[in-house]
Every structure is written in C-alpha cells, then in structure tokens.
C-alpha cells in the first residue's frame, strides 16, 4: 500500500469515527457507517490484510480519532544497542509499545524497557518524535506518532516477556533482522548520532 492510499483511508476512517461520535441523526449514522465500510474495503484492496481484522481495528475507536502514541527506549553501552526479539514476528527492536493512559511518555517508554527486557531504566534525552507514515515502517491502519527516548539502565537483568523472546546487546553497524515495523535500521543510525552529539536537538516531523 503506497504512502498516499494510506493517507486517504486513515483521514476516510477518521472521518467516519468522528462523525459517528458527535452523530445523533439516524440518516447520519447510517452515511458514516457507509464511509467505516468504504475505509475498510480500501484498506483490504491495497494490503493482504484480512477484512474482518481491518473492521475490529477500525471499530475499536470509539472516541473522536487522535493518532496513537508508541514510546520507545533507546539504551546504548560501548558501541551497541540493546534490542529484544518480538514473539509476534520474530525480529528484533528496541524496547517499546503503546502509552498507557496515566503514564507520562518517559514513564511510559522506562515501564516498556522493564516489562519487554527485563532492565530498570531512566530516560535521559528525548531523541525524536516521528510521524510513523513519514518514515520506511510498512503500512498500519492508525495513525501513530513515535517516541524514541535515550536510556540508561539503573538495575534490573535480561530477562524475556510474554511479548519478547530474546533480549541482548548488538554492535551499532552489525544489527540483527529488524522489526521494522517498530524500528528501522536508519532511525538507529541517527539515534546513535543523536547520543553521541547532546547538542544537537531531537528529531521532529
């Protein structure tokens, strides 16, 4: 699915979404529902995604549409990276997932570094906030802005999680097969750029 189909079926979905949130006519409802439905088969013809998984996705949002927030820690020690191995594809990241609502974004990446690692954490520097749409992921059906912090570990040891089944250091310029649906290759170039020059200011879209 190209960048620009991606971009229409999101802002068609929000659409829908906000419409059916504030919408009391039934005539309305009834046009919004059509709209969902039209995302949804946009979405099935320019990806190998199942419909009915496109639906649920779609249909989870229940509010008025805001992008998601992903936050990730970014732990370097004498030239490498600490990544762990995600369970659902079996390649590799940094520490990360979705803010919890109540937990602040520093918060929110140190408990993601714990809960998928097994390392205590403190973020440090916030390296970049990127638009997830303007950066080399594969396509997502949510619009999702990324949070890249720069941690140090205090505590803790490796230790694997329900969502991880490896955890360890890499060399910077010798990564394993990346997940880059989380993380890209060039993303942890800049990153390692980005903490070995504390003048220089976060990444932004």
Not at 39 to 50: F, G, L, Q
Not at 60 to 81: E, I, L, M, Q
Not at 189 to 202: G, H, K, T, V
Request: net charge negative.
């Amino acid at each position: 699915m190209s960048a620009t189909w991606l971009k229409f079926i999101q802002r068609i979905q929000a659409i829908a979404q906000n419409g059916l949130t504030y919408a009391e006519n039934p005539f309305d409802i009834e046009r919004y529902e059509h709209l969902r439905d039209l995302a949804v088969e946009m979405a099935t013809c320019y990806s190998d995604s199942d419909p009915a998984v496109i639906r649920g996705l779609f249909t989870s949002d229940k509010d008025y549409v805001t992008p998601k927030v992903d936050a990730r820690g970014v732990v370097f020690r004498d030239n490498t990276v600490l990544l762990v191995r995600e369970r659902s594809d079996g390649l590799w990241t940094v520490p990360g997932g979705w803010a919890d609502i109540g937990d602040s974004p520093a918060e929110a990446t140190e408990r993601e570094v714990f809960e998928e690692s097994g390392y205590q954490a403190r973020a440090t520097r916030l390296l970049a906030v990127y638009d997830r749409n303007k950066h080399d992921h594969p396509p997502h059906p949510h619009h999702i802005y990324k949070l890249f912090f720069l941690c140090e570990l205090t505590g803790g040891e490796a230790q694997v999680s329900v969502e991880t089944s490896g955890v360890d250091f890499f060399p910077v310029d010798d990564l394993p097969p990346l997940s880059t649906a989380r993380v890209t290759a060039r993303q942890l170039d800049r990153f390692y750029q980005l903490a070995n020059n504390p003048d220089i200011p976060a990444d932004f879209d």
